[in-house]
């Protein structure tokens, strides 16, 4: 999203500098490359395209690519550059673009140069920054550059810039400083002095010329270098560049152009005449002109840059070129983004029309509908990054490798995007590249890629899996490729799956792992498994695992950073499913089985029949309390009571015993399908012999017996006295 006028700020000081140094350094520069022949590069690679059933598709992996030379070059200056950028989210409606690159020669590749020229590289001073802050007017640039060799040259200079929107003009204003040692830039000050003399024709020259080539659109105001001190060993100066006006219709109506200028450059041909130019191209111009008013208009229609920053600086130690650079996107910038590719691709259309013939017609009408698919695609970069590298050595050859994690898009037609994928392992086939096709999935849905026999009977993946398959870009039939869209058995959206296969008392078994975190490692451990995940911070992290129930000694826990973590569990025919979620930073996740330890104990081992004997006890697994389980309390193996575990793993009841005989108290725990008991432990109920039923009849007999005796002692008495 960088406008017109960053790029024209940045052209002007590449020309300011670029003039200043060729006139410096006429003399010292190295030796040219010379033109000449690369062969075909290779590529190599991985890319993982994840398809969701929305119809977005995630985009992540890198592609290499080496080139060398038909010829060894006669000279070349081995170098290395690097640069990389991050989309982040900072809040609902602002994403945060960061960037930073490198460039520079590689270790002792100067070595070949003049060691004078070497040294004042070493010397050579250079940076540049610039602050970004969005207005009702448009965004504004305020900064500043300065390069210095010293003794030879200093400039020092400082810019501002405004990208016009609505009724405003853009505007763009530079000054600099410039002060020159004639002694070590082989000059003199008769030769400055003329420079100083000539530049108000200059001025005249580019102040027509622009004005001409952009109809007026684009108006030069101040173009001047005037003497502050022209002295005896140095000179002292003042440059001064101001331009307004319409920079994007003045970029049109330059394209517009092209054509005719072309041909004013062109020698005659016979006869004196000029050649005439194609009316397809003068035609490709206009549809090009055409488009770039078509991004001044939408270039902050749905996002706008809030405040941002640039630096670059250049080390003489390190012969390195840094670059830093971030800036805040408020609005949707994904649209932003998807509206620029689109005009863009109509713009390589455009070329493309002047190059039909040259690349035959076939391969055009391909490549036609290769950017019609790009064209009408959506795009989403706003949690995304990647990172472009290359290096070069003293034989010309080159490597490039291009890294890209989450760029999102939605073509218009998955069918379609099959086929570009088939067109292009055909055409230019790459069989160290590498193409992964993964299901992706929502909570609630799971994408299923469909591969007929008659695809595996034209080409076979390298690796599969249950829901992904990796081929070789190489004569792939994948127009044949079917998608279909089923239930999401994980309830885990976004999922990465794997299957790991780890040994438990030299058993191997297979563990599914469903999750939408990155799996950084997987370690099995004596009793059960340790996974590291990571994840962007904030964001909910979830897992879903089944593991065989043969792989399974006991109960399972599930912690994590060493803390119990509160899991769904449940069980299939053959295997156990855990399914838990967390927030997302690195996290250390343990999947742990082991037999509880259940304790009973019984406040006393013998009570009077009727009365109540009080039960308690514990569940303990791997020395930490299960709280809120729920226990089962048995009285000669049949449940009689249900409780729930305390905080510290414990439970406590009554029972009343109604019966006289020997109890047999136990708790048992319940785990899915699996039974834990603790010792049993036994309870005598008795009843006192003087509550016992003979000891009470032989009471009653014996008060029956003594009343029988009393009556007939009484009778006998009072007979005796008749």
């Given at each position: 999203m960088r406008s017109g006028v960053k790029i024209l700020g940045i052209l002007v000081m590449?020309?300011?500098?670029?003039?200043?140094?060729?006139?410096?350094?006429?003399?010292?520069?190295?030796?040219?490359?010379?033109?000449?022949?690369?062969?075909?590069?290779?590529?190599?690679?991985?890319?993982?395209?994840?398809?969701?059933?929305?119809?977005?598709?995630?985009?992540?992996?890198?592609?290499?690519?080496?080139?060398?030379?038909?010829?060894?070059?006669?000279?070349?200056?081995?170098?290395?550059?690097?640069?990389?950028?991050?989309?982040?989210?900072i809040s609902v409606d602002r994403v945060l673009m960061k960037c930073h690159g490198v460039i520079g020669p590689e270790p002792g590749a100067l070595e070949s140069i003049p060691e004078e020229f070497r040294g004042q590289l070493g010397e050579l001073k250079f940076s540049m920054s610039y602050a970004e802050k969005f207005t009702r007017s448009g965004p504004t640039y305020n900064g500043a550059f300065m390069i210095s060799l010293p003794e030879a040259f200093h400039v020092n200079g400082s810019f501002k810039a405004l990208d016009g929107i609505g009724p405003m003009e853009s505007s763009f204003m530079l000054y600099a400083d410039i002060t020159l040692w004639y002694s070590k830039l082989n000059t003199t000050r008769a030769n400055v002095e003329q420079m100083v003399k000539m530049f108000p024709f200059i001025k005249g020259f580019m102040v027509a010329l622009i004005e001409k080539l952009t109809e007026g659109e684009v108006r030069i105001s101040d173009l001047a270098l005037k003497p502050v001190k022209i002295g005896d060993e140095k000179a002292e100066l003042k440059f001064s560049f101001e331009s307004r006006g319409d920079f994007y219709e003045g970029l049109a109506k330059f394209v517009e152009k092209l054509p005719e200028f072309s041909k004013e450059m062109k020698p005659p041909i016979e006869g004196g005449v000029k050649p005439e130019i194609p009316p397809e191209v003068a035609e490709a111009f206009r549809g090009i002109a055409k488009y770039v008013r078509e991004l001044k208009d939408v270039r902050y229609e749905y996002a706008v840059p809030m405040s941002g920053n640039l630096s670059a600086s250049w080390d003489g130690v390190d012969m390195i070129l840094r670059i830093n650079s971030s800036t805040i996107y408020k609005g949707d910038m994904d649209k932003q983004f998807t509206e620029i590719l689109r005009i863009e691709c109509k713009m390589i259309g455009e070329l493309l029309k002047l190059m039909s013939k040259e690349v035959g017609e076939e391969q055009a009408k391909a490549m036609e509908k290769i950017l019609d698919l790009a064209t009408n695609s959506e795009y989403r970069f706003s949690e995304s990054s990647f990172k472009f590298s290359t290096k070069m050595n003293e034989l010309g050859e080159t490597v490039t490798e291009l890294r890209f994690q989450d760029l999102w898009v939605k073509p218009k037609d998955l069918k379609e995007l099959f086929w570009v994928i088939e067109y292009v392992s055909r055409v230019s086939p790459q069989e160290d590249l590498h193409l992964t096709i993964e299901s992706g999935a929502t909570q609630d849905k799971l994408t299923l890629i469909r591969i007929s026999p008659e695809i595996l009977a034209a080409a076979k993946p390298i690796k599969e899996t249950r829901y992904s398959s990796t081929w070789k870009l190489f004569n792939l039939p994948f127009r044949k490729l079917k998608v279909e869209f089923s239930k999401n058995p994980w309830r885990v959206a976004d999922l990465n799956y794997i299957e790991y296969q780890a040994e438990f008392k030299g058993v191997k078994h297979v563990v599914e792992i469903a999750s939408n975190s990155t799996i950084a490692s997987i370690k099995p451990l004596m009793n059960g498994l340790e996974i590291i995940v990571s994840g962007r911070a904030g964001r909910l992290g979830a897992m879903n695992l089944t593991i065989p129930k043969s792989a399974v000694d006991g109960m399972i826990l599930t912690m994590i950073d060493d803390k119990p973590l509160k899991a769904e569990m449940g069980a299939s025919e053959e295997r156990y499913w855990i399914y838990l979620t967390y927030t997302h930073s690195q996290k250390t996740i343990k999947i742990l089985w082991e037999k509880p330890e259940i304790t009973v104990n019984v406040a006393e081992r013998r009570?009077?029949?009727?009365?109540?004997?009080?039960?308690?006890?514990?569940?303990?697994?791997?020395?930490?309390?299960?709280?809120?389980?729920?226990?089962?309390?048995?009285?000669?193996?049949?449940?009689?009571?249900?409780?729930?575990?305390?905080?510290?793993?414990?439970?406590?009841?009554?029972?009343?015993?109604?019966?006289?005989?020997?109890?047999?108290?136990?708790?048992?725990?319940?785990?899915?399908?699996?039974?834990?008991?603790?010792?049993?432990?036994?309870?005598?109920?008795?009843?006192?012999?003087?509550?016992?039923?003979?000891?009470?009849?032989?009471?009653?007999?014996?008060?029956?017996?003594?009343?029988?005796?009393?009556?007939?002692?009484?009778?006998?008495?009072?007979?005796?006295?008749i």
């Open positions: 590449v020309l300011l500098l670029q003039s200043t140094m060729i006139s410096c350094l006429a003399e010292q520069q190295p030796p040219p490359k010379i033109p000449i022949g690369v062969k075909e590069p290779t590529a190599s690679g991985d890319v993982r395209l994840k398809i969701y059933p929305d119809g977005w598709i995630k985009v992540s992996g890198h592609i290499s690519t080496f080139s060398k030379p038909a010829e060894k070059p006669a000279a070349t200056i081995p170098y290395h550059a690097t640069y990389q950028c991050r989309y982040e989210p009570i009077r029949v009727g009365e109540e004997v009080e039960v308690s006890g514990r569940v303990m697994l791997m020395g930490r309390p299960l709280e809120g389980v729920k226990v089962e309390i048995l009285l000669d193996r049949v449940a009689v009571k249900s409780l729930t575990t305390g905080v510290d793993g414990s439970f406590r009841t009554t029972l009343k015993l109604e019966e006289e005989k020997a109890y047999e108290i136990n708790a048992r725990y319940r785990f899915l399908d699996r039974e834990f008991y603790g010792e049993p432990v036994e309870v005598a109920a008795y009843i006192p012999f003087y509550q016992k039923p003979w000891f009470i009849m032989m009471i009653i007999i014996v008060i029956v017996l003594i009343a029988a005796a009393l009556i007939i002692w009484r009778t006998r008495r009072t007979l005796s006295r």
